[in-house]
C-alpha cells in the first residue's frame, strides 16, 4: 500500500531493491541494516565481512548510479558501510550475479573478470576475491578506460605505466582491496589482462538506459525510519520536524558509528541524491565565475566531472581513502563530520573557498575560514544543511597538497598541507595555506602566509617561512603521530615545494 513520506508530496511504494535481477522487499529488515548483512541474510554469502569499517573490500557490490559518460555507471562501493534502506528503489549486482547462468545443469559462466582471476591464480582462501572481482568488474566497465579489443599481458605492451595495464586498467580501482595470502602480483595479472565488454554484455548493455531514479522513502521498522525526502525543502522540513534525525549522505563515515560504536539513529535522513546537492558549475572558459560543487556529488562524481579542473582538486582525490570510499564519500560528509584530519579542509581552505548552508528560510554563505568553531563544532545550525561548497576564481597557479600519513594510499592523514600560491616574477603575491591534523579543527597557516608573501620565492624564503609554519597550531601526540613529528613535517612540506617548484634542493 502506497504511504507519502514526511517532508514529500510523493507517494512511496514498498522499499525493495533488486539484486542481481530480482527485485527483494527490505521488510522486515531494521533501517540501520548495511548492505551486507541484508544480502548475507538471503544467502548471498559471497559478499564477505572482513573488518566492517570500509578498510577491506570484501564486502564490494556493484550499484547502478548515473554514469559520468554513459547513462549509468557500475559503481562498487563497500556493502559493509551503506544501510540497506539507502539502496531502495536501486539495482545491485554481486560477485554471484556477475556469472551468466548456463543452460540447465551446467555451471554458470564465469564472468571474464572472475575467469582471469582464476585462471592466473588471482584467489588463494578465496576470502577477498567476491570483494576484489566487483572492484574489477566496476574498473572493466569504465567507459573511458581504453580495451583493446583483445586481451593483453601485462609484460606485453611496454606502453603502461606501472599503475594502468595495458588494457587501460586503474590498479588504483582495487586500492580498497586487501587481500592477506594470494600476493597481488597474480591479481595484478588478472587486472591487466581482461580485454573490453562483449557486444552482448549484459551489465555493459544496462549502462546505456537510465540509471534508476532515487526513490522517495519512508521506511520505516522496530521503531526507527529511514527516510529519503525527494527534494531540499522537503529534507529541510522533515529536518524541522525531526531534530533528533541524522543525516547521511555517502555513510562512510556514518556507517562505522553504527558498525563499530554500535550507534543507532531514530531517524535517518540521506540526502545523497537530492537534486540540489547534486549539481556541479564550472563553466570551463570562464576564469572567474566561481566553482559549484555540490555537496552530495561523490569524490569520484567530482574527480570525474572536473578531470583536472581544479588541480589543487585532483591531487586531493588520489591520497583520499580507495575508490571504493570515493565512490561514496561527499565533500558534504568531510565537512559534516568537522574532524580536524578530514583531507579536504586544508585543501578549500587554500582554495578559499565557502560553504552554502541551506536551511528553510534561506541560504547563507559561510567562508571556510570561519566555518570550524571548535572540535567537531562548526557554525552550521541543527536545521541547516551544507547545499555546496564554492571556490572562487581565478586559480593559484601553484598548488599543492602534501598528506603525510603512514601509507601512502588509503590511510588517515597524520598531517596533511594544501598550498595555493601566486608566484609572479619570482615573487610570492599571495599565499593560502591549509592545515589539517595540527589543532582542534582544520586551520589556515596565516603567520606562513605572512612570512611568504611580497618576498622572493628564494630559498631564504622557503627556508624562513617552513620555520614559522613548523610553530603553527598546537599539534598533539596520538597513536598516529607525535607532535613533535608533526611540527617537523609542516617545515619539511614548505621546503619539499620549494624543491618541486624550482628543482633546487633544500638541505633539511
Ligand atoms: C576506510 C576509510 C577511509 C577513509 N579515508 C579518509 C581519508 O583518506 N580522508 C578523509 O578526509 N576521510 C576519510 N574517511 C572518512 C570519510 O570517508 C569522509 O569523511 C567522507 O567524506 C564522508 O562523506 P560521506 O558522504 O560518506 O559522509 P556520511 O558518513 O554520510 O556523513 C558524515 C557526517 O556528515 C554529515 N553530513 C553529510 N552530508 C551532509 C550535508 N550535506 N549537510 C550537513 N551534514 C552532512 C552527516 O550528518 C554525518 O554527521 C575514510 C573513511 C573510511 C571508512
Ligand atoms: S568488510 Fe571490510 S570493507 Fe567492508
Ligand atoms: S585469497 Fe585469501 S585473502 Fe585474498
Known amino acids: 500500500m502506497a504511504t507519502t513520506s514526511p517532508g514529500s508530496t510523493r507517494p512511496t511504494t514498498p522499499a525493495r531493491i533488486t539484486v542481481n535481477g530480482t527485485e527483494t522487499p527490505l521488510a522486515p529488515t531494521a533501517p540501520h541494516t548495511t548492505v551486507l548483512d541484508f544480502l548475507r541474510a538471503r544467502g548471498l554469502t559471497g559478499t564477505k565481512e572482513g573488518c566492517a569499517e570500509g578498510e577491506c573490500g570484501a564486502c564490494s557490490v556493484l550499484v547502478a548510479r548515473p554514469g559520468v559518460d554513459k547513462p549509468t555507471d557500475w559503481v562498487a562501493v563497500n556493502a559493509c558501510l551503506v544501510p540497506v534502506a539507502a539502496l531502495d528503489g536501486q539495482e545491485v549486482v554481486t560477485s554471484e550475479g556477475l556469472a551468466t547462468a548456463g543452460a540447465p545443469g551446467t555451471p554458470p559462466a564465469l564472468h571474464p573478470v572472475q575467469q582471469e582471476m582464476a585462471v592466473r591464480g588471482g584467489s588463494q582462501c578465496g576470502y577477498c576475491t567476491p570483494g576484489f572481482v566487483c572492484s574489477m568488474a566496476a574498473e572493466y566497465y569504465r567507459p573511458d578506460r581504453c580495451a583493446p579489443t583483445a586481451p593483453a599481458g601485462p609484460e606485453s605492451d611496454p606502453g603502461h605505466d606501472p599503475e594502468h595495464g595495458p588494457n587501460g586498467f586503474d590498479l588504483h580501482a582495487l586500492s580498497g582491496n586487501l587481500c592477506r595470502c594470494t600476493g597481488y602480483r597474480p591479481i595484478r595479472d588478472a587486472a591487466f589482462a581482461v580485454g573490453a565488454p562483449a557486444g552482448d554484455d549484459v551489465l555493459a548493455q544496462r549502462r546505456e538506459l537510465a540509471p534508476p531514479e532515487p526513490a522517495a522513502t519512508a521506511y520505516t521498522q522496530d521503531g526507527s525510519s529511514f527516510h529519503r525526502p525527494e527534494d531540499l525543502a522537503g529534507a529541510l522540513r522533515l529536518l524541522d520536524e525531526r531534530p533528533d534525525a541524522v543525516v547521511v549522505a ?20 540521506a540526502v545523497d541524491r537530492l537534486p540540489e546537492l547534486r549539481a556541479l558549475r564550472a563553466e570551463p572558459d570562464s576564469e572567474d565565475s566561481p566553482i559549484e ?24 582525490f588520489p591520497q583520499f581513502a580507495s575508490r571504493l570510499i570515493r565512490n561514496g564519500a561527499t565533500l558534504g560528509g568531510n565537512l559534516g563530520t568537522g574532524s580536524p584530519i578530514g583531507d579536504s579542509p586544508p585543501v578549500l581552505l587554500a582554495l578559499e573557498a565557502s560553504v552554502l548552508l541551506a536551511a528553510p528560510d534561506g541560504e547563507r554563505e559561510v567562508p571556510l575560514a570561519d566555518y570550524f568553531t571548535g572540535y567537531r563544532q562548526s557554525v552550521r545550525r541543527s536545521g ?10 581565478p586559480l593559484a597557479p601553484v598548488t599543492a597538497f602534501h598528506k603525510i600519513a603512514k601509507r601512502r594510499f588509503d590511510d588517515i592523514s597524520s598531517v596533511a598541507v594544501a598550498y595555493a600560491l601566486d608566484i609572479r616574477g619570482g615573487t610570492v603575491r599571495k599565499a593560502r595555506i591549509g592545515l589539517g591534523g595540527v589543532a582542534a579543527t582544520p586551520i589556515r597557516a596565516l603567520a606562513a602566509e605572512a612570512a611568504l608573501e611580497g618576498r622572493p620565492w628564494s630559498p631564504e624564503t622557503a627556508e624562513n617561512a617552513a620555520r614559522v609554519l613548523r610553530t603553527e597550531g598546537t599539534p598533539m601526540t596520538d597513536h598516529r603521530a607525535s607532535a613533535e613529528y608533526r611540527s617537523a613535517m609542516l617545515g619539511q612540506s614548505l621546503l619539499k615545494l620549494y624543491a618541486q617548484t624550482t628543482s633546487e634542493a633544500m638541505p633539511s
Open 250 to 269: 555517502g555513510s562512510t563515515d556514518w556507517g562505522v558509528e553504527v558498525n563499530i560504536r554500535s550507534r543507532r539513529a531514530p531517524c535517518v535522513i
Open 293 to 316: 560543487i555540490g555537496a552530495a556529488l561523490t569524490l569520484t562524481e567530482i574527480e570525474r566531472r572536473l578531470d583536472g579542473q581544479v588541480p589543487l582538486l585532483a591531487q586531493l
Open 384 to 393: 541547516e544543511l551544507i547545499r555546496a561548497i564554492r571556490i572562487p576564481r
